[in-house]
Nanobody
């Protein structure tokens, strides 16, 4: 069992920034990929950004150029830097990892509210 711990959510005004963190209790070098997803009530959980073990990154079109996913191998953490936030970015954000064996683990979610 891999327990992911997310942090960094909160309330921010439009145009502001937040940085989400996800602490992973195993070496992230052993993982296949790490990513951030988001979900609003009544909607499906959608990919925001993902980084693979090889360093390949991909982003949802709606966040391209505003969000950046990164990882710190020494800290076994993955981050999501969110800039120029918009009200439509309001959601619960979840960290997800996939192990080399193909197991999928999710964090508990962190709330992001973009509002003036």
């Amino acid at each position: 069992q891999v327990q992911l711990v997310e942090s960094g959510g909160g309330l921010v005004q439009p145009g502001g920034s937040l940085r989400l963190s996800c602490a992973v209790p195993v070496s992230i070098l052993s993982l296949n990929s790490m990513g951030w997803y988001r979900q609003t009530p009544g909607k499906q959980r959608d990919l925001v950004a993902r980084v693979t073990n090889s360093g390949s990154r991909n982003y949802a079109d709606s966040v391209q150029g505003r969000f950046t996913i990164s990882r710190d191998n020494a800290e076994n953490s993955v981050f999501l830097q969110m800039n120029n936030l918009k009200p439509e970015d309001t959601a619960t954000y979840y960290c997800r990892v996939i192990t080399a064996a193909g197991y999928v683990y999710w964090g508990q979610g962190t709330q992001v509210v973009v509002s003036s």
